[in-house]
């Protein structure tokens, strides 16, 4: 599938090009293009990124074009759309940002665009959902952030609770990029111990791993609280997943997936545990659930069907 190792960035906000800097930072691309509807604005960040290319890690043609750099990209990252204000849920973005991402799904599409689409704007598994049906592209193929950040504030988390490397930690949060994922604490590791294990062994209450899971969807909100928007992160997490795909590393990440039956869903895209290689998405990895966080995963996707549902009347 892949070609050359060209990303596209649609979007030169804050998410957009912390994406643009950590891939700049850990190398891997071979050339950089970034589009924004404020063409200068992309200009100047395309030259403000190149002037650092003598201290980074190699060679890289970064410049600022229109849609038809798609055609030859490999990748192509979304992350255009209204930010999420203070107070506001990823669901209340559904409207505006749809007719956002179909526009731009639109345009990318006409280039002859042939690669796979990665999609980071916000509600991300719903927009994820309207790229591929803008698209048409085969679904293994359209690939959502999903809950690759919040597995990674889950580990940090864990990792800083019991003052271990978050490198040891092996936790996922499953479900939608939001306030209704889960975390199927039966399936979780420190090492190669479980961290249910840990939690009796050494007396410590369950009632932490609840705060833990709350401190993880309660973050993108304080942060946005306290300066406006989320961003490093993500953009880190985002370069996380083009890597993978670029280096066809068969990884497993939390991604915003299409269910066509795994977990007893179908029909929408939502944060699983997926393999992800040079083609996409080579399959999902369907964890077995107990009778609670099934009953979790399945609210979380209800929630999405009844937006889907929205979205189409």
């Known amino acids: 599938m892949l070609g050359k190792r060209k990303v596209v960035i649609v979007g030169a906000g804050f998410v957009g090009m912390s994406l643009a800097y950590?891939?700049?930072?850990?190398?891997?691309?071979?050339?950089?293009?970034?589009?924004?509807?404020?063409?200068?604005?992309?200009?100047?960040?395309?030259?403000?990124?190149?002037?650092?290319?003598?201290?980074?890690?190699?060679?890289?043609?970064?410049?600022?074009?229109?849609y038809d750099e798609c055609k030859d990209a490999s990748i192509v990252a979304i992350t255009a759309g209204l930010p999420q204000k203070p107070g506001q849920s990823r669901l209340e973005l559904t409207i505006t940002n749809r007719k956002i991402v179909e526009d731009i799904t639109q345009k990318i599409m006409e280039s002859g665009f042939n690669g796979i689409l990665l999609v980071a704007s916000n509600p991300v598994d719903l927009m994820t959902y309207v790229v591929s049906e803008t698209s048409k592209l085969p679904k293994n193929r359209i690939i959502g952030s999903g809950t690759v950040l919040d597995t990674a504030r889950l580990r940090y988390l864990i990792a800083d609770y019991l003052e271990?490397?978050?490198?040891?930690?092996?936790?996922?949060?499953?479900?939608?990029?939001?306030?209704?994922?889960?975390?199927?604490?039966?399936?979780?590791?420190?090492?190669?111990?479980?961290?249910?294990?840990?939690?009796?062994?050494?007396?410590?209450?369950?009632?932490?791993?609840?705060?833990?899971?709350?401190?993880?969807?309660?973050?993108?909100?304080?942060?946005?609280?306290?300066?406006?928007?989320?961003?490093?992160?993500?953009?880190?997490?985002?370069?996380?997943?083009?890597k993978a795909i670029l280096n066809d590393e068969n990884a497993i990440l939390t991604l915003s997936t299409y269910?066509?039956?795994?977990?007893?869903?179908?029909?929408?895209?939502?944060?699983?545990?997926?393999?992800?290689?040079?083609?996409?998405?080579?399959?999902?990895?369907?964890?077995?659930?107990?009778?609670?966080?099934?009953?979790?995963?399945?609210?979380?996707?209800?929630?999405?069907?009844?937006?889907?549902?929205?979205?189409?009347?």
């Not at 930690?169 to 939001?178: C, D, F, R």
């Open 164 to 242: 271990v490397s978050s490198k040891n930690v092996h936790a996922y949060i499953l479900g939608e990029h939001g306030d209704s994922s889960l975390v199927p604490w039966e399936h979780c590791y420190v090492g190669c111990k479980s961290m249910l294990d840990i939690m009796s062994d050494s007396n410590r209450p369950l009632e932490d791993l609840k705060k833990i899971h709350d401190g993880v969807w309660q973050a993108a909100y304080e942060i946005i609280e306290k300066k406006k928007a989320t961003y490093y992160a993500i953009g880190l997490s985002l370069n996380r997943i083009i």
């Open 22 to 66: 950590s891939i700049v930072n850990q190398g891997g691309v071979e050339e950089l293009v970034i589009i924004d509807i404020d063409k200068d604005k992309a200009i100047g960040e395309a030259m403000d990124l190149s002037h650092g290319l003598p201290y980074a890690m190699q060679r890289m043609e970064i410049k600022a074009g229109d």
């Open 259 to 313: 269910l066509n039956g795994e977990y007893g869903n179908s029909g929408l895209y939502i944060g699983v545990p997926a393999v992800i290689n040079k083609n996409g998405i080579k399959e999902i990895l369907e964890l077995k659930l107990n009778e609670e966080d099934q009953n979790k995963f399945n609210h979380s996707c209800e929630i999405m069907k009844e937006n889907i549902k929205k979205l189409n009347e």
